[in-house]
């Protein structure tokens, strides 16, 4: 009875272990992979942020100097009269009253509504840059990451090589056939094995904790890297590079709508007719306790009125100096357009390079790997037959772990290559920024 009870229990320990389990590895975080990770970080990086932040005040601004302006005003005016009843402080004494005026054309604000069109125009740029900047660190973060891990894993074969060979050599001495210095040189080795996984595990911890605050992440959260460091093609729609980079580039759009807005601003100086016209409705409610009715024999409680001011300018000190400032401007924007559109054509072709070459430098390091794999399996034939020491195959594996290590950079090179490519062409972010 005993028996059975005990093993009854050990048996719904094992299962309660074994949910315990299910549900903890069911409520695992999945592993991050490099397309989640360019959207985390466009999305959340700080730097989008302040960029966000900084279009946002470009539109209040913006809508703020419109050209159109209209207030709406509810005022009292009380106010002791003695003798004819005037104005004070700028009103008819009265109960109550209320104001509207109505901008309907003002130059002045017109420039400045232009004004804020570029502004806003250069924000957004700023914007689209920053995301884009955040996608090219996280994927060379996520990259480097990938290669770190690689790196250790080669670093701790080599440790295991060395430390093969110093307990071979070891073994030697106590023989006597091998002297003090062969095993100083195997210590030292051993020694150099050892710094070299400690800086490797320093490196990669380096740029998890990087990767980690760009994605808006806890330094201390769990980051589990996941999926093939690989993206997909470019758009099959026969644009070439260069055009497809010309058409959506954040900068060079940016400054096309800016010199846009600059040049409608410059005309708006330029014209010679240029009336400021406004209008203005206003009524208020007057009370007899002021007087009014022994001065005006019409008086009449109900006052309101409505008419329009028409100003043409003849003369303004410093308008042609302004007139000149902006032109200055205008000149200036067209011709970093003209700067950027030639950089932009320059990283096209570095961006093509790049590509070619990580495409060739990742099939010399699949053949590497695949030349270590096969020396390792001969070398474990021959080790079974006796005809070699294991520290030769230590050797033989460290050597597959480097081929390893140089195929996963070369990996994270191509993969590096492909998103400034898709970052040119303007396919690379998926995400929007709200």
């Not at 700023?126 to 790196?151: K, N, P, T, W, Y």
């Not at 019409?298 to 007139?323: C, E, H, M, V, Y």
């Given at each position: 009875?005993?028996?059975?009870l005990g093993?009854?229990?050990?048996?719904?320990?094992?299962w309660?272990?074994?949910?315990?389990?299910?549900r903890g590895?069911?409520g695992?975080d999945?592993?991050?992979?490099l397309?989640?990770?360019?959207?985390r970080?466009?999305?959340?990086?700080?730097e989008?942020a302040?960029?966000?932040?900084a279009?946002a005040?470009?539109?209040a601004?913006?809508?703020l100097?419109?050209p159109?302006?209209?207030g709406?005003?509810?005022h009292?005016?009380?106010?002791?009269?003695a003798?004819?009843?005037?104005p004070?402080?700028g009103r008819?004494?009265?109960?109550?009253?209320?104001?509207?005026?109505?901008?309907?054309?003002?130059p002045?604000?017109?420039?400045?509504?232009?004004?804020?069109k570029?502004?806003l125009?250069?924000?957004q740029?700023?914007?689209?840059i920053?995301?884009?900047?955040?996608?090219?660190?996280?994927?060379a973060?996520f990259?480097?990451?990938?290669?770190?891990?690689?790196?250790i894993?080669?670093?701790?074969a080599?440790?295991?090589a060395r430390?093969?060979?110093r307990?071979?050599?070891?073994?030697?001495r106590?023989?006597?056939r091998?002297?003090v210095?062969?095993?100083?040189r195997?210590r030292l080795?051993?020694?150099?094995?050892?710094q070299e996984?400690r800086?490797?595990?320093?490196?990669?911890?380096l740029?998890?904790?990087a990767?980690?605050?760009?994605?808006?992440?806890?330094?201390?959260?769990?980051l589990?890297?996941g999926?093939?460091?690989?993206l997909p093609e470019?758009?099959?729609?026969?644009?070439?590079?260069?055009?497809?980079a010309r058409?959506?580039?954040?900068?060079?759009?940016a400054m096309?709508?800016?010199v846009?807005?600059e040049?409608?601003?410059v005309?708006?100086?330029?014209?010679?007719f240029?009336?400021?016209?406004?209008?203005?409705?206003?009524?208020s409610?007057?009370?007899?306790t002021?007087?009014?009715?022994?001065?005006?024999r019409?008086?009449k409680p109900?006052?309101?009125?409505?008419?329009?001011?028409?100003?043409l300018?003849?003369f303004?000190?410093?308008?042609?100096?302004a007139?000149?400032?902006?032109?200055?401007?205008?000149?200036?924007?067209?011709?970093?357009?003209a700067?950027?559109?030639?950089?932009?054509?320059?990283?096209?072709?570095?961006?093509?390079?790049a590509?070619?070459q990580?495409?060739e430098?990742?099939?010399?390091?699949?053949l590497?790997?695949?030349?270590?794999?096969?020396?390792?399996?001969?070398?474990?034939?021959?080790?079974?037959?006796g005809r070699?020491e294991p520290?030769d195959?230590?050797?033989k594996?460290?050597l597959?772990?480097?081929?390893?290590?140089?195929?996963?950079r070369a990996?994270?090179d191509?993969?590096?290559?492909?998103?400034?490519?898709l970052a040119?062409?303007?396919?690379l972010l998926?995400?929007?920024?709200?």
């Amino acid at each position: 009875m005993s028996s059975g009870l005990g093993r009854r229990s050990v048996v719904s320990l094992v299962w309660l272990c074994c949910a315990a389990g299910a549900r903890g590895q069911a409520g695992a975080d999945p592993p991050l992979t490099l397309r989640e990770a360019i959207d985390r970080a466009a999305a959340r990086a700080p730097e989008v942020a302040v960029a966000a932040a900084a279009q946002a005040e470009a539109d209040a601004a913006g809508r703020l100097s419109g050209p159109l302006r209209t207030g709406l005003s509810l005022h009292t005016d009380p106010a002791y009269v003695a003798g004819v009843p005037g104005p004070v402080l700028g009103r008819l004494p009265s109960i109550a009253g209320v104001d509207l005026r109505q901008s309907f054309y003002d130059p002045g604000r017109q420039i400045e509504a232009e004004e804020g069109k570029a502004r806003l125009a250069q924000a957004q740029g700023e914007v689209g840059i920053a995301r884009l900047r955040a996608a090219e660190q996280a994927a060379a973060f996520f990259g480097r990451c990938r290669a770190g891990d690689a790196a250790i894993r080669a670093a701790e074969a080599r440790v295991g090589a060395r430390r093969s060979a110093r307990d071979r050599t070891a073994r030697l001495r106590e023989e006597g056939r091998a002297t003090v210095l062969d095993e100083q040189r195997a210590r030292l080795l051993m020694a150099q094995a050892q710094q070299e996984l400690r800086r490797a595990r320093s490196e990669r911890e380096l740029d998890g904790f990087a990767l980690r605050r760009l994605l808006g992440l806890p330094a201390d959260a769990p980051l589990t890297l996941g999926g093939e460091p690989s993206l997909p093609e470019p758009s099959p729609d026969g644009t070439d590079d260069l055009a497809a980079a010309r058409s959506t580039d954040p900068r060079l759009r940016a400054m096309g709508e800016r010199v846009a807005a600059e040049e409608r601003a410059v005309r708006i100086r330029g014209r010679l007719f240029a009336p400021v016209v406004d209008a203005s409705a206003q009524y208020s409610r007057l009370y007899k306790t002021a007087d009014w009715d022994e001065f005006y024999r019409t008086f009449k409680p109900d006052s309101w009125s409505i008419g329009a001011s028409i100003n043409l300018p003849l003369f303004a000190s410093g308008r042609s100096a302004a007139a000149a400032r902006a032109t200055a401007r205008l000149d200036r924007l067209r011709a970093e357009r003209a700067a950027r559109e030639r950089d932009l054509e320059i990283e096209v072709r570095r961006t093509q390079q790049a590509l070619l070459q990580a495409r060739e430098g990742i099939e010399v390091a699949q053949l590497s790997e695949a030349v270590a794999a096969e020396d390792l399996r001969l070398a474990r034939a021959l080790l079974s037959e006796g005809r070699i020491e294991p520290a030769d195959l230590a050797e033989k594996e460290q050597l597959l772990a480097e081929a390893q290590r140089d195929r996963t950079r070369a990996e994270a090179d191509l993969a590096l290559a492909q998103v400034g490519r898709l970052a040119l062409r303007g396919e690379l972010l998926l995400v929007t920024v709200p």
